[in-house]
């Protein structure tokens, strides 16, 4: 008998009505974005999946009644949905993705990759001690921004400064679009902390360098102690990696939590509009520069120069927009040069193997 699948097109995804029960596809967090995508008769043929974990040789996806380790498709990354092929899992479709984070790989090597896809909301975690680093944060949120996700700030750590207040100012002036929640990562606090983004249905990730608690967050979250912590050292507030792969996890309430490696080197590319989104100040007072291609340097007429005069705006600042704004150029164009050579040497792949297959 062939399956009904029309209810997964019509249903309210989970974001959209967090109080009814939940399909098994809207509890791994199937939305009307995904439905839309495909239509009843793919459906009954090919299911879809979410991959909620990926190894070096496979991928894990869970689905109704589904729960299969497939072979990896290229560019498939943790959150990604799949219409699942049985018969060849590695030639599963991709639906597009509603949010993908994405950074240039370590290394020398001009590669990019891929974090996590459609991604609902994302905690930006740092720790009100050494951790925590304006630039590093702007660098994040612009990276949340970039993906079209909600950000928000999460200071970890509450009680072990007696002026958390600082850090919660400090981090109040990257944007007035973020919100900023300070909290102990132990105990009911994130629960409650977080309560307005982890709604049945929606996926939230917690981004961050180690030892800020992203993990501790994702147990007080799962209400287990599934993931396991490491304290911090003492000399320089570093923290130690316990994580070491990205995996989907489904909190009691509903909610799917990707908990992620901490990163030590986050380099932006083709992030410009997250950038400017981040700098709207600076952005908004370009504008209004007498030169269109005003570099904010030493040109007569600029406006953010005389913001800068006024007060209005920290030098500092600007400082950290240049230096985003030309990492994320010079990686753009490294990355687009990549993808031209290997568009290049696979053409030249298929051409000789063309020619071989002729002389046969």
Request: aromatic share 6%; glycine share 6%; charged share 25%.
């Amino acid at each position: 008998m062939t399956r009904d699948y029309s209810h997964f097109l019509s249903q309210p995804s989970g974001l959209d009505a967090p109080k009814q029960r939940l399909s098994p596809l809207n509890a791994l967090g199937w939305q009307s974005f995904f439905a839309q995508q495909t239509d009843v008769d793919e459906l009954a043929q090919r299911p879809p999946v979410r991959v909620v974990e990926v190894h070096r040789n496979a991928l894990h996806v869970l689905g109704d009644g589904i729960d299969e380790m497939i072979p990896p498709p290229e560019d498939i990354t943790v959150g990604d949905w799949l219409m699942f092929d049985r018969e060849h899992p590695k030639c599963s479709r991709m639906l597009q993705r509603k949010s993908l984070i994405k950074r240039r790989a370590p290394g020398t090597d001009r590669r990019e990759q891929l974090i996590a896809a459609n991604v609902d909301t994302v905690f930006v975690v740092t720790s009100c001690n050494q951790d925590f680093n304006i630039a590093r944060l702007e660098r994040y949120i612009a990276l949340a921004f970039e993906a079209q996700i909600t950000p928000v700030i999460v200071l970890t750590k509450t009680d072990l400064t007696s002026d958390h207040q600082h850090y919660i100012d400090t981090a109040g002036t990257i944007s007035t679009d973020v919100t900023v929640v300070a909290l102990d990562a132990r105990g009911e606090a994130p629960r409650s902390g977080l309560a307005p983004w982890c709604k049945p249905g929606a996926t939230i990730a917690f981004l961050g360098s180690s030892g800020v608690g992203k993990s501790t967050l994702t147990n007080a979250l799962l209400q287990t102690g599934l993931i396991r912590t490491q304290s911090i050292r003492e000399d320089d507030a570093k923290g130690r990696h316990t994580t070491t792969q990205r995996q989907l996890f489904a909190t009691p309430d509903g909610c799917l939590v990707l908990d992620t490696p901490g990163m030590r080197e986050l380099q932006l590319t083709d992030a410009a509009s997250g950038i400017q989104d981040v700098f709207s100040d600076i952005s908004d007072l370009s504008a209004q520069c007498r030169f269109n291609d005003c570099k904010h340097e030493t040109e007569p007429g600029c406006a953010v120069l005389q913001a800068i005069e006024n007060n209005e705006i920290d030098v500092a600042r600007l400082g950290r927009w240049r230096k985003l704004m030309a990492e994320d150029a010079f990686n753009s164009a490294s990355l687009s040069e990549r993808r031209a050579k290997d568009k290049a040497f696979g053409k030249m792949v298929r051409e000789i193997t063309k020619q071989k297959s002729k002389r046969r």
